[in-house]
């Protein structure tokens, strides 16, 4: 398995966003005791929403690839981030 994860994190306002790329399917471990857990599709693919408190994490699955998007930012804003995904 191939892939990366990058992360950026705001000192001013303390804030962790991360985005991590799978080249072929991988165990992602999920935090999901105590979240509101979605599963949808977004642009035809397969997408689990995690929400819990004040963070988000998206995992979506396109062909034999995963994208994982995570931090403290609202549902729509994470959302769009998975959408402009070609």
């Known amino acids: 398995m191939s892939g990366f ?4 994190k705001s000192d001013a306002k303390d804030q962790l966003y991360s985005i991590s790329y799978y080249e072929k399917g991988a165990d992602a471990a999920l935090d999901t005791e105590n979240a509101d857990v979605k599963e949808t599709e ?4 397969r997408l689990i929403i995690i929400e819990k408190t004040e963070r988000v994490v998206l995992l979506m699955f396109k062909d034999s690839h995963q994208y994982k998007l995570g931090g403290d930012f609202p549902l729509e804003e994470a959302l769009n981030i998975m959408e402009s995904i070609p």
Do not use: C, D
Request: proline residues 0%; aromatic residues 12%; glycine residues 12%.
């Open 5 to 8: 994860t990058l992360e950026y």
């Open 42 to 45: 977004i642009n035809g693919n």
